[in-house]
């Protein structure tokens, strides 16, 4: 982005003004379709604005790790396709989808909503496995967000397939039960520009943005992770600014997801 | 917090070097740079390219780590570079790369917070110019009690695990993850009791540059 346009936000953005019109603390018009993908155990597309992001779950049987031998394994990925994005290229991920994986990950893990002593099968031997893969079909900002909320919809759509004793396998025919889910955490990120912080910046202002900071919230209100992003520091007062946002908007979103 | 040992200038090699332990987990980070930048399209025209790279010795835990990297490992590395940026002055050093690496030789959690300790040492040493030293300690709550600086066993006990590091002299933060269960104010006061940590770190790291340079 050239002086002139930079400037242009930064002056709206200080006059608590958006570009298209929201407020400082407004989402984009938000979509939330499940039961996307019909081969997928279970989906959702989100839309915030122009931005899009599939999340798919697949689970399958196999071996737990050796420290949790009878605990259910979960895995976060995700695919930032160059299809979404001039920025975006072929090749192995780099550090913004992991990132985006891992902060996604930690949101679910850290709230314990996937019972994962329930997906045990058999202890040290056989257990279910739950993978979360996220797309990006296009973007236009605030990944993290829209990514979070998708694979909590996309679990909370989901039905497990049957396992077969005989062949140990399961039976993809037959999808029955929901997964053992116990709440519906949500991740917002609060971008720092200037004085004023925003939420589901669009491309542009994000990138103008000077810090970012995530953070996930269970039901209760209480937070399941954090991360802070970007080369400029907080004062702690910012923070708990940051926290309170977060926590505020997590409620509304929430609402959202069915299940 | 458990016994910090702090080295400066390990790496004869190194234009600075440092290594930083607390108790049982210990990182050496060394600093190369400002040097020229390739290839060249990775140069940005007014400032420096801050590059971390975070490795964790294959003997450094219970159970060998795979050497090279894992999407753990290269979290860290942005976190790092996110976390020691703010203070380093990289638009002194338009178009050059100023290189950081940091090893774990030994890990019993809060192996990030050793390394970014280390790391904004071993910068110091290398006489880059800073507007401050980065600070990080990780603190957290077992039970009713506020604990500093987790160690191994204390993290799996741990509601959350909440590391950050700090500027003392701008009284900003720089880094902070977390992942646990917690309310907002006991959020709060975690961070409090890891800044507490983090100001005396500083001392220690003051202490032990002056040692270095002030001879």
Redesign the interface.
């Known amino acids: 982005m050239n002086n002139v346009q930079k400037q242009y936000l930064l002056n709206t953005i200080s006059a608590a003004k958006r570009g298209d019109g929201r407020g400082l603390e407004d989402f984009r018009k938000m979509e939330i379709e499940t039961g996307v993908i019909y081969k997928a155990e279970g989906s959702a597309r989100v839309r915030f604005g122009k931005t899009e992001v599939i999340a798919g779950v697949k689970m399958d049987v196999g071996t737990p790790f050796p420290d949790t031998p009878d605990d259910g394994v979960m895995m976060v990925n995700s695919e930032f396709s160059p299809m979404a994005s001039p920025k975006f290229e072929t090749g192995p991920p780099r550090e913004p989808s992991i990132e985006l994986s891992r902060v996604v990950d930690r949101g679910i893990r850290e709230s314990k909503t996937i019972d994962t002593k329930k997906l045990c099968i058999k202890k040290g031997e056989k257990v279910w496995m739950v993978f979360v893969d996220i797309y990006i079909i296009n973007h236009d900002g605030n990944l993290i967000d829209a990514a979070a909320l998708a694979t909590v919809a996309a679990l909370h759509s989901a039905k497990m397939p049957e396992y077969d004793a005989k062949t140990e396998k399961p039976n993809f025919d037959k999808k029955t039960k929901k997964l053992p889910l116990s709440c519906k955490p949500i991740t917002v990120t609060v971008h720092k520009i200037g004085e004023n912080f925003i939420i589901d910046p669009t491309l542009e202002e994000e990138s103008i943005t000077e810090a970012r900071f995530t953070v996930a919230t269970n039901d209760k209100g209480n937070l399941c992770a954090i991360q802070k992003g970007g080369v400029t520091s907080l004062t702690t007062d910012e923070i708990y600014k940051a926290f309170d946002l977060s926590v505020k908007k997590g409620k509304d979103l929430r609402k959202l997801i069915k299940g | 917090m458990r016994p910090i040992t702090i080295k400066v200038g390990i790496i004869p090699n190194a234009d600075g070097s440092a290594m930083f332990s607390f108790g049982k987990t210990t990182a050496i980070a060394a600093v190369y740079g400002p040097r020229p930048l390739h290839p060249k399209h990775k140069q940005i025209s007014d400032k420096a390219l801050l590059q971390t790279i975070y490795m964790m010795a294959p003997f450094s835990t219970t159970e060998r780590v795979r050497p090279g990297p894992s ?2 490992t ?2 860290i ?3 790092t ?2 976390a020691l ?3 380093v002055c990289v638009e002194e050093f338009p178009k050059a790369t100023i290189d950081v690496y940091i090893n774990i030789i030994e890990a019993d959690a809060g192996t990030r917070t050793a390394g970014i300790n280390a790391a904004s040492l071993a910068l110091a040493d290398a006489g880059i110019p800073m507007k401050d030293l980065i600070c990080s300690v990780a603190a957290g709550k077992i039970g009713k009690e506020y604990v500093l600086d987790l160690e191994g066993k204390e993290e799996d006990a741990t509601d ?1 695990d ?1 590391p950050i590091a700090y ?1 003392q002299r ?15 104010k006991d ?2 006061e975690t ?2 009791l890891a ?1 507490k940590g983090c100001e005396e770190i500083y001392k220690k790291q003051r202490q032990a540059l002056e040692e270095r340079w002030m001879k």
């Open positions: 999407r753990r290269q979290e590395c942005k976190v570079r996110e940026e703010p203070v959350c909440l500027s701008m009284k900003k933060i720089t880094l902070m993850q977390m992942d646990g269960d917690m309310s907002v959020t709060k961070v409090n800044i």
